[in-house]
């Protein structure tokens, strides 16, 4: 089956260091294909034996008036997919155990897009995680129905089978990233560019798409939870250590500490070289005014 996982590393080196524990851990407990996309700037920083493929990325393809814009890549990643079926994870993750299982239940399931839904809603109700601008400012600027139902994903994740309904949907989402919207107007700034989760939401209202999977793969660890280190495991696929990397910082240590501990595990009995300290002070959204 052509299918396989998609990582971008750009920007700061601590992406390229989070990007190769994250496809480590993947080769751990899989052969499932892994292809990177990363810059000219970081591909000589790891050891690229762990990714199946690396694709070049150009700095205008990830950089609005030469300020790195992760959105922007986001928003265009669809035509650069080299597999029939696509799994995206943000690279500020590590792997817990073998996801092609889940892998496998996203192909299974009816749908060319999926990925963790928080809440939705109509123009009137207040969306639980809907954080980056208001639905009225929403409404207007996508030129939603008053029957819309938006969605309010956290894109960590996707899921993505190429095919004709895809090709539409994802042109949109890029088209709606280019014409943009007022960063004056976001309720939640993020890393002082546009969120990508803004358009693919709006998107997603406007064709009538819920991307909502019956399973939520990953454990964000944003407060802390009652269970032990052996059920996060057990229960999830994914820990991510997601958010700003400075000062206080979302995800708790106590699993920012487990990230570094699971990767020394992984890579016995050699070193673990690209530690939490490295990636953290990297993160896109310490730049968050």
Sequence with gaps: MDK???LFAFGKRGYGYAGYNLAFSIKKFSNLKVTLFTSKDLVNRFDNSVFDSIEILEDEEFKTNGRVDPAKIKCDMYSRLPYKHNLYLDVDALLLKDIEPFFDKCIEKEGFYFTDVIDSGGKEKEISYSIWATNED???RFK??????????QSSWAYIEKCEEADLFFEDVKNEFEIGFPISKLEMRWGGTLPDE???????????ILPKFDERPIFFGNDY????????????????????????TLTKYRYIDLYDKLMINYKKPERHLFKTSYIMPDKHANNWK
């Design 198 to 208: 803004l358009f693919y939401s709006s998107v997603c209202a406007k064709h009538n």
């Design 225 to 248: 939870s009652p269970l032990k280190d052996s059920e996060i495991i057990d229960k999830y696929y994914i820990l991510s250590i997601y958010g700003n990397g400075k000062g206080r």
């Design 138 to 140: 929403i409404w207007k």
């Design 144 to 153: 939603l129905t008053d029957k819309a139902t938006l969605p309010a994903i």
């Design 4 to 6: 396989g996982i998609v």
